[in-house]
Every structure is written in structure tokens, then in C-alpha cells.
């Protein structure tokens, strides 16, 4: 193994700590005694157990970099916030090759700066592309403009010199740039989905009371506006009285704050038939399959979601229906694997037909979840480490 390796993540929440830890356990487990750098936040070490623990033993092979969290000014600010951290990190150790956790707010700086006086290697996860959705979906003119722009500032990032590998977590983003990116690999990287053993101490229906014969209904994560949290709610208020008899909804996770007082008061206005609980608080990591499968459908009518979700993956996993925006990569394979229903999820009287249809319908005998298979940690982090040490 020649030269340094780094991974550089300015970013925390969400997969963000999960991704950096998935890495260096495999680092950690192949290649000890070879150093990686581990350029990140402090925030992001914090939020998962063994990065602190490791930051905080000073692990052999693993060199901690902290760098500030980026401020809260527009994503262009960001952007060359992040290619300026990244500039000084690459000045100060020379490394040979350098993976982008998110390379989706580097690309305007990697059209014209992020240009260095040696050869080196830089590489990237693109999250959120979706100049390609116009293939199997009609946009409107507004959101064809963007992905048009979209692609051509893609286009002129990756004729960065230093551009090694793109690594797509949209498997039809990556066949598409595959067919004509020549100066660039392109690689597919599965979303991980970590197959933990479900806790079989966790009982749900007891839990929360859930009557025999209601089918449970799961939003889970953390609950903002993004997730359509407020237009499903808004749903529940649309169903006849004999739907809602059959129904349990259960709002597993953390309110957003913006909300909390709106949905409460919501919540409170409903039929009395309707059975709903909302916890209000984060869901401990080990109880998070469990909650998937001991419930009946997993609830995805999230506002216009770029890219794929770790619970749809994990609701495949378990061979749970979902009802799913309609939008994008997420609805895409929703219809294409027939894994539940599809709806505009704007559109309250549309989410309650797919509550009813749900209700009074099987799961359909083209379900197919062996997708799902291919997202594994192990695919996840080879990928890694093979385009690091390619």
C-alpha cells in the first residue's frame, strides 16, 4: 500500500457517522498497522459509540483530523466552505488519494479550484442525483430546469484532473455516466443495510396496546415536514370509520420542533375511532428492525425524497408493504419490485386511498424483494476500500 488514504466528511447526521464507521472497521479488521485519515467533525465522532471510543484511545492505524462543523449559510457557502477545509487538509499531509463522503457539495468547487501540484486522487459518494428521473418520470418545467443544470455541473466537475471514481448510490445514475464517463471510473455503491439480529424481547402490539386485528401502520425516523408527517395525519382524518376500526398508526421517532404543536392539536381533532401514538423520541438503534417487522406496512409518503431510504431497504429486508411518494428513485422501485402502494404524497385524499387499498387488498403476488440483497455492509465497504487502494 503506497502513500496516505483519507476520507473526508464535513457533514453529520443521518448515515454520515454510520458510513465512517462501516469504513474503519473494515479498515481496521484488513489492513491494521496501515494508516487511514479520518477527516470529520466532532459532532459526527459523537454521535456513534465506537467512533468516540475510538478517537478517544487513539486507535493504532487511525489518524482523527476535527475539522469545524460547516455553518448555516446557503449550500453555495457551504460548498467552498468544505473545498477550503478539504484545501487545507490536502496542503498540510499530502495524501495520495482522498474519498469525498459527499462529493454532491463539492462539485461547483471541483469545476474551478481543488486543483493541486502533485498527483492525487480524489474520489466521491454522490448521494441526490436526479437529472436522470426525467427518464421514467414527467417533471415540471421548474424541476426540468434543475436537473438539466444538475447534469451540467456534474459534467464539468468530473473533468477535474484530480477526479478518480465516482461512486453512485442510484444504480441507474451509475449505468447511465458508466456509458459515457471515460475519464473517470463510475461504480455503483449499495446503500448498506446492516442485517442486526431483531430483539426478541421487544413486543409491539403489548407495548402500545395495539388491539387484535388493527393493522399497524409505521412512520418511523425522525418526524419533520420533509417526511409528510402532517399530510398523512391529514389522511387519517379522510378515512370512513371502518377503515380506521381495522387501522393502528404508530409515529415512531423525534418530532421536529417546527411541528410538534400542530400535529398534537391535529392528532387531537381526529375521529375517536382512530387509533394513533406518536413517541416523540429518538428509537434506540437496537429495536429499529424490530419495529419494522412486528408492524404490517412501513409508511414512505416523504415530500419529494431524492434517492433511495434505508427503510424501504429495511422494510424489504423484513417483506413489509410500504406506501411510498411517488416520487423518484424511491417510487421507482417501489412499482418496479411491487413492493406496496404509490402516492402523490401531497395530496392527503390520495394517501387515504392507499391506506384503504392497503387495508382491504393482499401483498401482491409480484413482490420482490431480492433486491435488497446486494445491499449488504461487506458490498458497501469492499467498495470503499477497493476504490481507495485501486
Given amino acids: 500500500m503506497n502513500g496516505k488514504v483519507a476520507i473526508f466528511d464535513p457533514f453529520s447526521g443521518g448515515h454520515h457517522s454510520e458510513y465512517l464507521y462501516y469504513v474503519i472497521e473494515n479498515w481496521l479488521s484488513e489492513y491494521p498497522g496501515f494508516h487511514l485519515d479520518v477527516v470529520t467533525t466532532q459532532v459526527n465522532l459523537n454521535q456513534h459509540p465506537d467512533l468516540y471510543e475510538w478517537q478517544r484511545i487513539k486507535i493504532e492505524g487511525i489518524n482523527f483530523y476535527v475539522i469545524p462543523e460547516l455553518s448555516k449559510e446557503s449550500l453555495i457557502r457551504k460548498s467552498f466552505e468544505q473545498a477550503k477545509t478539504l484545501t487545507q487538509y490536502i496542503n498540510d499531509n499530502n495524501p495520495s488519494h482522498v474519498l469525498c463522503m459527499a462529493f454532491d457539495w463539492l462539485q461547483i468547487p471541483m469545476t474551478t479550484r481543488l486543483r493541486f501540484g502533485y498527483t492525487l486522487k480524489i474520489s466521491g459518494i454522490y448521494f441526490r442525483p436526479t437529472w436522470?428521473?426525467?427518464?421514467?418520470?414527467?417533471?415540471?418545467?421548474?424541476?426540468?430546469?434543475?436537473?438539466?443544470?444538475q447534469y451540467i455541473i456534474l459534467q464539468l466537475a468530473l473533468?477535474?484532473?484530480?477526479?478518480?471514481?465516482?461512486?453512485?448510490?442510484?444504480?441507474?445514475?451509475a449505468n447511465i455516466l458508466a456509458t459515457k464517463k471515460k475519464n473517470c471510473k463510475i461504480i455503483y455503491l449499495p446503500d448498506p443495510v446492516e442485517k442486526n439480529e431483531t430483539d426478541t424481547s421487544f413486543k409491539l402490539h403489548s407495548k402500545f396496546d395495539v388491539q387484535d386485528g388493527r393493522m399497524i401502520f409505521l412512520h418511523m425516523g425522525y418526524l419533520d415536514a420533509r417526511k409528510g408527517v402532517v399530510e398523512f395525519i391529514n389522511a387519517i382524518n379522510l378515512l370512513p370509520v371502518d377503515v380506521l376500526k381495522k387501522s393502528f398508526f404508530l409515529?415512531?421517532?423525534k418530532l421536529s420542533e417546527d411541528i410538534v404543536q400542530n400535529v398534537n392539536n391535529m392528532i387531537n381533532a381526529l375521529p375517536q375511532e382512530a387509533a394513533v401514538h406518536i413517541t416523540n423520541s429518538f428509537i434506540p438503534y437496537h429495536t429499529f428492525q424490530a419495529y419494522i417487522e412486528q408492524s404490517d406496512v412501513v409508511v414512505l409518503t416523504y415530500q419529494n425524497h431524492i434517492g433511495s431510504s434505508g427503510l424501504l431497504l429495511r422494510a424489504a429486508l423484513a417483506k413489509k408493504r410500504v406506501?411510498?411518494?411517488?416520487?423518484?428513485?424511491?417510487?421507482?422501485?417501489?412499482?418496479?419490485?411491487?413492493?406496496?402502494?404509490?402516492?402523490?404524497?401531497?395530496v392527503p385524499a390520495e394517501i387515504a386511498k392507499g391506506i384503504i387499498k392497503t387495508i382491504y387488498t393482499e401483498k401482491s403476488k409480484d413482490y420482490n424483494a431480492d433486491f435488497v440483497q446486494e445491499h449488504t455492509v461487506q458490498a458497501f465497504q469492499k467498495t470503499i476500500k477497493d476504490t481507495l487502494l485501486g
Fill in 132 to 149: 436522470h428521473y426525467i427518464k421514467w418520470q414527467k417533471l415540471n418545467l421548474k424541476d426540468y430546469i434543475r436537473s438539466i443544470r
Fill in 251 to 253: 409515529f415512531a421517532g
Fill in 323 to 346: 406506501i411510498c411518494q411517488d416520487f423518484g428513485l424511491m417510487g421507482y422501485l417501489v412499482k418496479k419490485h411491487n413492493l406496496g402502494e404509490v402516492v402523490n404524497s401531497f
Fill in 159 to 173: 473533468t477535474n484532473p484530480h477526479i478518480d471514481s465516482l461512486l453512485c448510490l442510484d444504480p441507474f445514475c
